[in-house]
């Protein structure tokens, strides 16, 4: 099945949320309409207001309203104002030449090239000029005529201030509610991914630095959450405005307007450029910084070894290989990113100015010009704004071609074969184990098992013992189902293992480990791992029951002792106690312990060794031994080498048949008697 592309899939998480979405663009619309208004309104204020003093007037019998001004002792009233009712008796007109206002006794052309001299003003048309007599206004009586537009300019301001408190609430919600829906995505992404950890296959994480996977599902995720929130908040918002400042020049202007629309392609063409660099460049930074998470979680965990080693320097160099790889390829994107911002969009906008001076200076600036005052200032208005968004969208590439990148990573591991988690509950079972015909490789034919078959009965004690690399915690992985065989079946109380979920074949089984691990929290709840389903009385009595409450009592916090990451602040020995009493606490059908008691000292090893014994009560244990003096007592001892099952039997069948198990025996005997001696 073909891939879909990562801009695809981005889309269709954010379709999740689509109705947030919708709202919010809504809101948006009507902010950016409700705030475009102003270059019209201004427009109209200059054209019909402040300069609509000039024009044609009609001479009326009387002072009939407001529009009405009286002029040496006569009634006049702009033309496009007067009414049947005004009864016009004569008309004037009214005209500017340079800042003075002069008074013409009958209606003459407004557009052309004037000028005045001694009264007399020429106005030069295309193919004549007009000269007519003409009668300077004082300053004082032009104010008369400028008296009626009082009114309606506040009023249109009124509206205006009105129009744009409205915006701002419109403006309001549409960054509310598309912030919050971008960090819903983001949310629901992050889930997704987690949850998805959860499901794939435990040799990913055995391949995998904890530190790459970590800054998938944090950095990666992060920079997406950067990505909704640019596109919807800013590019969104920018790609309305800019097609609301287009609808409105097309009312003004609908040529200009045309001319502008190249734009568009213009931003489109860098964007394809540097969406082809950006993100070569990305994916080196992004996959680096994942290699520097993963060195740094390496070197701290490994502290104690790196000084103990002397190997600082060493480490230092690596780290620096990593980081100048990451410093140079983020330089790289810079410089492509400073070509983006201030310099292109400056650019464009210097053209376009170029293109608005020669629209009007050459071809429509003439004898008969049409342009108005209020037309000036409105186009030039828009075209200011016009370049804002784009400005926003183009600073905003770096960011999204990051995410995009990012998002293609976060993908690829949510592409990785999973399994759905299936807690459907079973019924406890008995704990009767049988391998029939068990082949297993972790890497193509290289089987670390081969041809295994054994059985376990319920209630009995096996014990797997053997070299390194003989297939020990093999056998216990393929249990536990972290892997799955290639060949063969595995079989409780004759149920195949592959026929119930993950989750179910280990819902009733507990496993210590040779290192047990410890969860930040506290005693209690590393021990009921906060299921609901274990009491704080059940947990105490777990720890009570392997001996755990010798070192617990003495402790400030006593049960509730604060735990660090992995529990160092105990020692081996009290963290094995925990962990026992975690599995005692889970009551498991089958226990796997896995070289529990390897690394323990001797007077510690008598403590776990009788809560081991309290332990395997009533269960099947299966052990993986080191010390072979603690599985004596082992019901069945299967003796491991290269894969296969040499030996097995009890104890004293095993010593009696004097093969591999008597020879390990005896070397681990005189040892223990040497180390004595």
């Known amino acids: ?37 102003g270059p019209l309104i201004a427009k109209t204020i200059i054209d019909d207001h402040i300069l609509g003093i000039e024009g044609t007037w009609e001479e009326v019998e009387g002072n009939n309203d407001s529009d009405t001004v009286n002029y040496q002792d006569k009634y006049f009233k702009r033309s496009d104002r007067v009414t049947e009712n005004d009864h016009p008796v004569a008309t004037v007109s009214l005209l500017q030449v340079n800042r003075d206002y002069y008074f013409i006794e009958e209606e003459i052309p407004l557009q052309g090239q004037r000028t005045v001299e001694e009264g007399m003003i020429s106005i030069e048309l295309a193919d004549e000029t007009v000269t ?15 008296k009626p537009e009082q009114k309606p300019i506040l009023l249109l301001l009124g509206l205006y201030m009105g129009l744009l408190a409205i915006a701002a609430v419109f403006q309001f919600y549409q960054t509310f509610i598309l912030q919050k829906a971008s960090n819903q995505i983001v949310k629901k992404m992050r889930n997704d991914v987690f949850a998805h950890t959860q499901r794939i296959p435990i040799n990913y994480f055995v391949d995998q630095p904890a530190g790459k996977i970590v800054a998938r599902i944090t950095n990666d995720t992060e920079a997406i959450r950067d990505l909704y929130e640019r596109v919807l908040s800013i590019v969104v918002t920018s790609i309305v405005y800019m097609a609301g400042i287009f609808i409105v020049l097309f009312i003004l202007d609908a040529k200009l307007a045309a001319w502008c629309l190249l734009l568009i392609p213009l931003i489109i063409v860098w964007s394809k450029v540097y969406k082809y660099y950006g993100t070569k460049y990305n994916k080196v930074i992004r996959s680096t910084n994942s290699e520097i998470n993963g060195n740094i979680n390496e070197a701290i965990q490994g502290m104690t070894i790196i000084q103990a080693f002397r190997r600082e320097k060493k480490t230092k160099e690596e780290f620096e290989v990593l980081n100048e790889r990451h410093f140079n390829y983020q330089r790289k994107l810079v410089k492509l990113s400073a070509l983006t911002s201030w310099n292109l969009v400056n650019v464009f906008r210097n ?46 590439l770096p960011l999204i071609e990051q995410a995009r990148v990012a998002g293609g990573r976060v993908f690829e591991l949510m592409d990785l074969d999973g399994e759905e988690v299936v807690n459907d509950k079973i019924p406890r079972y008995d704990g009767n184990i ?87 929290g506290t005693i209690i709840s590393n021990v009921t791992m906060n299921d609901p389903s274990i009491s704080r009385e059940a947990a105490i009595n777990a720890l009570k029951a392997v001996g755990a409450e010798r070192f617990i009592e003495k402790l400030p916090g006593k049960y509730d002792e604060k735990v660090t990451e992995g529990g160092s ?73 290269n894969g296969t099952i040499k030996e097995q039997g009890n104890h004293n069948k095993l010593i009696d048949e004097k093969g591999i198990y008597y020879q390990m025996y005896q070397m681990q005997r005189g040892s223990t008697q040497k180390a004595v001696g």
């Open 1 to 37: 099945m073909k891939k879909r592309s990562t801009e695809k899939r981005l889309l269709q998480y954010a379709l999740q949320f689509k109705r947030s979405i919708i709202f919010g663009i809504i809101c948006l619309v009507i902010a950016t309409g409700l705030e475009l208004a």
């Open 132 to 146: 007519v007599e003409g009668e300077k206004i004082a300053l004082s009586e032009v104010y008369a005529f400028f």
């Open 351 to 396: 053209l376009a100015f170029v293109a608005f001076i020669w629209y009007f200076g050459s071809s429509s600036l003439g004898p008969e010009s049409i342009i108005s005052i209020g037309m000036l200032y409105a186009i030039v208005d828009l075209l200011t704004r016009l370049f804002e968004p784009v400005n926003d969208i183009v600073n905003q």
């Open 434 to 520: 049988k391998f029939d015909k068990v082949s297993f490789a972790y890497e193509e034919d290289e089987y670390v098992l081969k041809n295994i078959s054994l059985e376990v009965k319920a209630g009995q004690t096996a014990a797997f013992v053997g070299h390194t690399g003989s297939g020990k915690s093999s056998i216990m992985n393929l249990l536990f189902r972290f892997y799955d065989p290639q060949k063969g079946k595995i079989t409780i109380d004759g149920n195949n293992t592959k026929e119930w979920s993950r989750q179910q074949v280990r819902s009733h089984m507990g496993i210590v480990l040779q290192d047990p691990f410890l969860f930040s």
């Open 569 to 641: 602040t105990f020692s081996l020995g009290e963290r094995q106690l925990i962990s026992f009493a975690r599995a005692l606490a889970f009551d498991p059908a089958i226990l796997i312990l896995d070289e529990a008691t390897a690394n323990i000292d001797t007077e510690t090893e008598n403590i776990i060794q009788y809560a081991l014994d309290i332990l395997k009560k009533g269960r099947t244990t299966l052990v993986i031994a080191h010390r072979l003096s603690t599985i004596q007592q082992a019901d069945t001892i299967f003796v491991l080498e």
